[in-house]
């Protein structure tokens, strides 16, 4: 067998140039200088492009990371201000709203640093001012009916109609919208029997000429609402609700219930609370079955029942002050003062004084027979009311001058914006004179003393009956004496 002459067979010849084999792998060439060189600068290109990737590799990722954090910092910013504004914390809601100028202003300004978009801020809408209204009130002294007024209104057929004492004032309350009258004596039923001084017991036809009139407001607290015992009050309180249910009456009621409760009378859209007391019912000791029927304006030992008539009943100072949170305006009609005195008494004052810092708005007394002044009271809180302290007799058949001599208050209240007040200049007191003839003293009716004239005084039943002049100089004189600068005659 031939030997293998191919190149690596053993006994092959060798390549000129080349270097033997190590483990059977052909020997690696020597590299000449230029050769490595080369190489070596290859290399170092390649570890600078490389280095370049990597540095534009990590310069790509650094922005990405900081658009991420921007985006998320956006969006975290944009969080916490929505929440901010949507008053889920009520503390916050209602600091805001009570207008927190400062916490709006930093929840703005954080805002518009992350998202560069300004917080929108709403203007609240000025809530208007409602417009005045008003509401004008009349107010007359004591109906206090004697025979002579029975007799005057007495008809044929036995009925009774007293429409005549009241068409020469009807002017007066034409543009009144509440109109008190102080009715003085009960109706306890014609068929009992009519009387007079000193247990009244009058015709009910009477209620049917004070509605015809227009008085709408009946104070029926009077020292004479007893005179017919409490029976008699309770029939005067049910004719009233049968017959003219229409009409407000106060101060007599035919239950405790019904005697808890504040009248109130709306005019206008002014509520009205309207509250009646009288000092007595012509007793020295406070019967028990008044109570729950009869509203006490003086307090009274509850065992011994004694009154104490220097001392207001607590009972009406509350009232008082609960009428203040159901009405706008509250209006108090005491009966009280003594008879034929024409200024009021120290304990007058008191009371007057301890209801208007409870309250009372207007303060209307009756009971004296005669008029007396008229003030503002201030009281110590701040409060202030109009106090009329009497306005006399409206119609009677006494027996002395100044007794026919009677006032009217008058006056508007106003309620706006600021609240419910008396205008001022619209207070006033109009003198009235109650007429009547004798013999028979019958009252032929009430006028104005604008309209009561020399020829009417010289015919007055006090000169027949008790030899008396009556002058309108007399009368103008002391109506502007006692009312001072709140008598109008008119």
């Known amino acids: 067998m031939e030997d293998d002459k191919r190149p690596g067979r053993p006994g092959a010849p060798r390549r ?55 985006v998320i910092i956006s969006v975290a910013g944009n969080k916490k201000d929505k929440k901010g504004s949507s008053g889920s914390d009520s503390t916050t809601k209602v600091a805001s709203e009570s207008g927190s100028s400062s916490k709006k202003s930093s929840e703005s300004s954080s805002s518009s640093d992350v998202t560069n978009t300004p917080v929108p801020t709403s203007t609240p809408t000025p809530t208007p001012t409602p417009a005045p209204v008003s509401a004008t009130i009349v107010a007359v002294g004591d109906d206090l009916m004697h025979m002579g007024v029975y007799n005057s209104g007495k008809q044929a057929n036995g009925t009774y109609n007293f429409d005549h004492i009241f068409k020469d004032t009807a002017y007066l309350l034409e543009d009144a919208d509440i109109k008190i009258m102080n009715q003085e004596t009960i109706f306890a039923g014609n068929e009992k029997g009519l009387s007079s001084y000193p247990l009244f017991n009058s015709p009910v036809e009477m209620t049917d000429a004070l509605v015809k009139a227009g ?46 409760e504040i009248p109130i009378m709306i005019v206008n859209g002014i509520k009205f609370a309207i509250l009646n007391y009288t000092y007595s019912h012509n007793s020295a000791v406070w019967k028990k079955d008044c109570d729950g029927h009869l509203n006490m304006l003086c307090a009274f030992n509850p065992d011994t029942r004694e009154i104490d008539f220097n001392t207001i009943n607590p009972q009406v100072l509350e009232d008082i002050k609960r009428a203040e949170t159901l009405a706008d305006f509250t209006i108090v009609c005491p009966h009280w ?44 809180n701040g409060n202030k009311s109009l106090c009329y302290y009497s306005l006399g007799n409206f119609t009677s058949t006494q027996d002395e001058w100044v007794r026919i001599l009677g006032g009217m208050a008058k006056l508007t209240v106003i309620k706006d914006g600021s609240g419910t007040y008396i205008d001022p200049e619209s207070a006033r007191a109009i003198p009235l004179v109650n007429h009547y003839t004798s013999p028979g003293n019958l009252v032929k009716g009430v006028y104005s003393l604008k309209n009561y004239t020399a020829d009417l005084a010289a015919k007055h039943g006090l ?11 007399n009368l103008t004189n002391h109506a502007k004496k006692i009312f001072g600068d709140f008598c109008s005659i008119e």
């Not at 009021?344 to 309250?359: L, N, V």
Request: glycine share 8%; hydrophobic share 35%; proline share 5%.
């Open 337 to 380: 003062g003594q008879e034929y005195y024409d200024t009021q008494r120290p304990s007058q004052e008191t009371f007057a004084k301890q209801m208007t810092e409870a309250g009372a708005d207007l303060i209307i007394g009756t009971h004296p027979h005669v008029i007396e002044p008229v003030a503002w009271i201030e009281a110590d």
């Open 16 to 70: 000129p140039g080349t270097q033997g084999t190590r483990n059977g792998a052909p020997a690696r060439r020597q590299l000449t200088p230029e050769e490595r060189k080369r190489r070596q600068l290859i290399a170092l290109r390649k570890q600078r492009e490389k280095r370049k990737r990597m540095i534009m590799t990590a310069c790509i990722i650094a922005v990405v990371v900081l658009i991420l954090v921007g």
């Open 215 to 260: 008085y709408n407001v009946i104070t029926h607290a009077t020292n004479h609402a007893r005179d017919m015992g409490i029976d008699g009050l309770l029939y005067s309180v049910r004719y009233w609700k049968e017959h003219h249910p229409e009409t407000l009456v106060v101060g007599i009621y035919e239950t405790a219930e019904e005697q808890k």
């Open 463 to 473: 000169k027949p009956r008790k030899g008396i002049v009556v002058t309108i100089d």
